[in-house]
């Protein structure tokens, strides 16, 4: 998820970093993993022998490529999702950690840079001070929100909350976890070379909207538990007992009234649904028990040419609302949200209350992660580009940016010949795609500069201060960005993330040096290794731009309709397919769970596309090479399957049956196994490559693809 813009990634990530923690995305560890994580894993690395032989590959290729895999590493108890890239995650914690524990010795000669992480590292793992200062540190914030005494007081509280806590003003494609509602920085949908303000929907502290008003028995009863999570926090905060069961009450009872305002995840999915432009008047009008001048006075927001409203009926009714509800109401919905999101750099109790509910009840983790790997995970979060320059030095060599760059360029020209060649296209459109795919700008690694830190106030002995004021630096940095020109320069993922990402409007492609590790890029590995794994992974973001979201963006960004009337059908056609595809029972959710294909369809069509492409870029690789992808190699297995056997090998994953609800409620992406049963299934060459034939299940009938 971005700031402030639609981003299309590849590996999903948990709705409000609810485990403290991206889950791994899919090297090889044991359950024992979490009982020894200080010692640096071992790096996991793609082995074909690992495959099922007692299994047929045309019945279910998931279960073929990774039985032996799941079954020698079950789910480590600290973890949701666990894959073959755990490894991966821990091995680049591990070198975050052992920076910032260098980093944090006083009386070393240290950086301005080293005195920033180092000093915040400290002030995190001294768990001992932080349970003894109690809730001290929060009180001036509660009692702040104690002192408020009139309505239009609330205004103001807004904006300190924006400010002060991590993630309440982010703005993204799951806008649900601000107080009342997001507020930052926005490239203009129609003009994006320029940025202008973005007002989203919020209001929400569970993942989306349908956890509160789903009406099933599993829905009911999470709610229930909620009110019940609030109940106790708030005792913990020092109410008395009787007191919190009313507050918490009131707090579910406001949040489900915005929720049930909210727009939904599927209509969101298309930006000419979000980009509806308001004039500063007309937003004054729109919601006039928020107090506009007041707001942009507190945060400091330049002035903006205009104002982009998400979801004009969600403001309607959260205006209602404030109308509506006594003072009292908000005031105890402003203390939750300021101790709900301080819960985790609080007390131990309040720590662990929040795990109980956050992490266990809604994601199925049995225990908290460890404290040194969750205060990695916040420095990531609050001073990455800080932290980042370390991981490149040590961890990502030059050799592995041109290899990754020789990769990218190959499957970019695989989707040039990939657009020219489709027979759906007409030359008009063909012509426009091409435009937008020259344009497309690479990131790999890490930004061109670093970011500068130097105004965070950063000291040993106060880890919520801390991330008060990192959080506000990140807020007023993207608030500063309005008014002025874009700065493509900017990436939205820190260096040691294991993730990748395409921006439709900046239409660059970015792989952090996170993911460009094994066991998805080693450069010791064959192009059909490489390829199947990384290039993958660069096949999707590349698809991205031409998916069901990225088309509607033209080559600079804008938001602009370049596709012919018959195109536009031809490929909505084409789409209708992945959706109805991927709308399916999915029982490791749980019964009854179904995913909805209109959800995932961008993410769908990118693994269908990504893996097209970089098997069209493997090939032309190998005739340079003069080899082809039915050669056999010293392991008795041709190119071609170990491509598709590398790609399989790199989603292993298992999964708790809670965080799969989760997913299919509220993530774009599809579960694992469908990112390799249905993907494998729509290929032609896969079932070349096993010797599959017709009525086998990896052998579709109405096979699907775009690209």
Known sequence: MSISRIVLCLFLTLPLGLLGQTPAPPTAASASVAADQTKTPKLDHFDPDLVDRSLNPCDDFYKYACNKWIAANPIPADQVYWSTGGGLEMWNDNVLRETLEAASKNGAARSPVQQKIGDYWAACMDESAIDAAGINPLQPELDRIAGIKSKQEITLEIAHLHRLFPGAWEQGDNQTNAPFFGFAGQQDYDDASKVVAQVDQGG????????????????????????AHIQKMLVLAGEPDAQASADAATVVDLETAMAKAQMDNIKRRDPKNINNKFSLAQLRELTPSIQWDVYLKAVDAPASKHYIVTSPDFFRAEDKLLAER???????????????????????????????FFAKTLAGQEVQLPRWRRCTHWADRDLGEALGQAYVDRAFPPASKERTLEMVHAIENAMHQDIESVSWMTPATKEQAIVKLKGIEDKIGYPSHWRDYSSVKITRDNDLENVEHSSLFEFERWVAKIGKPVDRSEWTMTPPTINAYYDPQLNTINFPAGILQPPFFEKTMDDSVNYGAIGMVIGHELTHGFDDQGRK??????LRDWWTAEDAKQYDERGKCI???????VPDAGPGVKQNGLLTQGEDTADNGGIHLALMALEADLKKQAKSLDEKGPDGWTYLQRFFLANAYSWCSSVRPEVARLIVTTNPHSLPIFRIDNVDSNMPDFAKAFGCKAGQKMVRVNACRVW
């Open 579 to 585: 959706s109805d595809e991927y709308t399916q029972e």
């Open 553 to 558: 963006f033209d080559a600079h960004g804008n």
């Open 326 to 356: 006594p003072l009292d109401q908000w005031k105890t919905y402003m203390r939750w949200q300021a101790i709900h999101r301080s819960a985790p750099y609080l007390t131990k109790a309040m720590d662990d209350e929040n795990f109980n």
């Open 204 to 227: 929400l502290s569970l993942p989306n909207r349908d956890y509160y008003i789903k009406t099933d028995q599993k829905s009911v009863e999470t709610l229930k538990k909620y009110q």
